[in-house]
């Protein structure tokens, strides 16, 4: 049960409710059955709804006393008795829409709170909700259902679309964004390229006149520092989503639904297709071309264009098995050598 | 001499005063003597007390004008003449103790500053302070002696114990601490985990529904990022010491007394036991347990478990001796392959 | 054309107005001819000013509808006919200075906004501007035509030079700037440096009694973390540009003109010369010299003290010549390997 603090439950629901939410049909178990939160399969309680995604809680699963728990078909026999069993090929996607009907986005109070300093010539849709501390430019234009969190600062003639949110502290600026974006606290989005020409013993810092172009549904993990463009923009595509603490530099451009863990780093310049996958503290040399689907291993150093499809790792990036071949070279040559002196 | 621009000394205390407060004896010197100030043993003057803790600073320590220094009994014969000894085990922890006597934390003026937004549901504590555009939310509760630094943001339902500290710009969400837990300015305490379930041509979001729990005495450097459980919480343990910009994944358990040095990433789920030490840019994979004591080295990444009291580097990390037999290992074998040539 | 939105377009001006600007000579054209605006080569259109500084896109050169082109003497033959020319042996250096003359600082209102929170005792210079939800502490100076834009936090007795702008949501303590120093939004700078002394069972913070010295022309990026010195002072040489999300510990001195690219990690009381460039996600150790001149590769991680003028890239870091030769040896004994077996 997730903290009451904290967290405000709907529901309940019914067996059957949950099976339309979750795309799943009851195998087992009365549709008329009240479910009135989820949990995970080894602390649930009755009442409570839970899933089986991976099969390492194969054990907690059979002894499992959640009322009722999503499942694919090849795991059912492993339910205990009484459990109400929901069916689909993909139990986590089903949790999470679960999850998200019993605790929906609390809606915040809307309109402007005291203390937020919202521009008279900005625009805010119909029950957006700024926030105490929270500052919206001259010319901002912010959608319907917005929600701009305490001490967030939306600049001057920014514009978010529809069910957007901005986290405690973040800010955002030069940018366009789509619907349903979502910055988490302390993001930078639009602060200046990195640009400059050298001088006469002096770096000259070259005006950075891009924006940043956020997609629809794109999410942006806290800390995250999104600059804006030299001269072109930065463009990260429909439904990308970027954990904590990730590197975006100016003129970058991201094609759709790429994962981009944390402690990323992506130089100026280059561009990456669609459902690319970064793994955490990986690194992107500036000015390459990363294709579709290109998956690319926690702490990669890709220093050249990558084709579509292909999986690359290491420092500087090989493909898998190239890496992997050569971390078992080391070690043996390593071994050999400590067994020869 | 701090600038007194921004410190404010105490004292002055005497030999004794000093001895006491560091554990120290006074091998030499006047116990009445006042000391007024603590400084380096190279710029020290007259009346102040230095500390030698490392070797290398033999040579500074024999020429030093400190009125007084803390020192371990075996380098007291390479003391100038006419300075006063105060002999310890540990000089640097002395020094410590010693500083803080002379730069208490300034107590800060206390109550809700004008331009401060605190909920009338929420709590504070005696002689807790709330600086001007820091926003405590609904049913927050701050225990006694707190600060809440300008423009910090404790969230609804938030709980911190006594003597907390927030810094400016920072903020805390879904979070219960001890006591003496300092978050440094721009930290980002609870904000969603990276949780994201495969769906139709999009990622769809998992609620996050646990909460960060910081243990006493846990202090949070600059813009680091620690996200909430997604269902069981994220838990960082008695006296953790984390520098800036580390990122700590929703799930993590982290035990008692761990170091980890700045731009550190810990994966999801990944459990640590107490005393763990991860140096600078370490990145930890995901689901994994690390044993009580294990050392890991700057920029290693670490992809399995690791039994207690290991030290491991590299990537991917292996065993010290390992790691360095492959580094000689391939450093004479590009060698021989350049004469070879 | 930059977005209106964002955007203010000074000018026109004329050929002749730019040459001056930009320190380049007419090679063809009317020196009246008025241009409005600056565009890359591929999109510019008449009236605009462009630049080709690189090879790679000449053919975007001799294909521009651009008025003008700051071009090097060597390319001058590709140019379309019809296009003004203006020469210069930096191109790219021209198109800032030009640059800058088109899109001037925007001059944000002068005075304190509604909302601001400016202590009695801090001064500030004439025509400086501080935003709504800024904080400037007691005894804050700064000088003439600052911009403390929304949400940031200036500190108690905190010293800026002239001309200097602080980031929406950024925080500077216990520091003296110089002049024209920029701090990007989130930027942390004079937090406590991460010293800890090893106490009984617990670790005792040691207080961090230094300031964070900036020179002239310093600009800081985002999310960026720089702590105070523990007794000593952190310094930034004049005109150093630093990157987003990069960490610079206590201690550290830094020479003049340094590029420190995003996310480099500097350990406590290292020193760098001058003119130091280091790549995205490089990593130094504690207390090493690194000489004037010295380049550091992308995610490389220095141990040790690094000779003027060197190259140095790898974990751990070796001159570049070593550096290839092992990854050349590396892939040969792997591929060798793989043939055996």
């Given at each position: 049960m997730a903290d009451r603090r904290f967290f405000k439950v709907a529901g309940p629901f019914t067996l059957a409710d949950i099976a339309a939410i979750a795309g799943a049909e009851i195998a087992r178990g009365d549709p008329g059955l009240p479910l009135c939160d989820v949990a995970p399969l080894a602390t649930a309680a009755e009442g409570e709804l839970s899933f089986l995604d991976n099969r390492a809680y194969l054990r907690?699963?059979?002894?499992?006393?959640a009322s009722a728990c999503l499942v694919a078909s090849q795991h059912?026999?492993?339910?205990?008795?009484g459990m109400a069993l929901l069916v689909t090929p993909r139990p986590y996607l089903g949790y999470a829409l679960a999850a998200h009907a019993f605790y929906p986005e609390r809606s915040a109070e809307t309109g402007v709170a005291t203390g937020a300093h919202v521009h008279p010539t900005a625009r805010l849709g119909?029950?957006?909700?700024?926030?105490?501390?929270?500052?919206?430019?001259?010319g901002a234009e912010i959608g319907a259902r917005g929600r701009i969190d305490a001490n967030a600062v939306v600049g001057p003639g920014v514009r978010l679309g529809d069910d957007c949110y901005v986290g405690a502290g973040a800010s955002v600026r030069y940018c366009l964004a789509g619907h349903r974006v979502r910055l988490l606290a302390g993001a930078r989005i639009g602060e200046d390229g990195f640009g400059y020409a050298p001088g006469e013993g002096r770096h000259v810092r070259v005006p950075q006149l891009g924006r940043v172009i956020l997609g629809d549904d794109v999410e942006?993990?806290?800390?995250?520092?999104?600059?804006?463009?030299?001269g072109p923009d930065t463009v990260i595509g429909d439904g990308c989503i970027i954990d904590n603490l990730v590197h975006i530099a100016h003129n970058v451009r991201i094609g759709r639904r790429c994962v981009i863990v944390a402690q990323v780093g992506i130089s100026g310049s280059t561009t990456l297709g669609d459902n690319v996958v970064i793994g955490g503290q990986g690194g992107l040399a500036g000015h390459i071309k990363v294709g579709d689907g290109v998956r690319i291993g926690g702490k990669?150093?890709?220093?050249?264009?990558v084709p579509p499809g292909e999986t690359v790792l290491g420092i500087p990036a090989v493909s898998r098995q190239q890496y992997w071949r050569q971390v078992i070279a080391l070690r043996n040559l390593a071994s050999k050598k400590g067994k020869d002196e």
């Open positions: 907690d699963f059979s002894e499992s006393r059912v026999d492993h339910a205990p008795a119909e029950g957006t909700a700024v926030a105490a501390g929270a500052v919206v430019g001259a942006v993990g806290a800390n995250v520092t999104i600059d804006r463009g030299a990669a150093a890709v220093l050249h264009d």
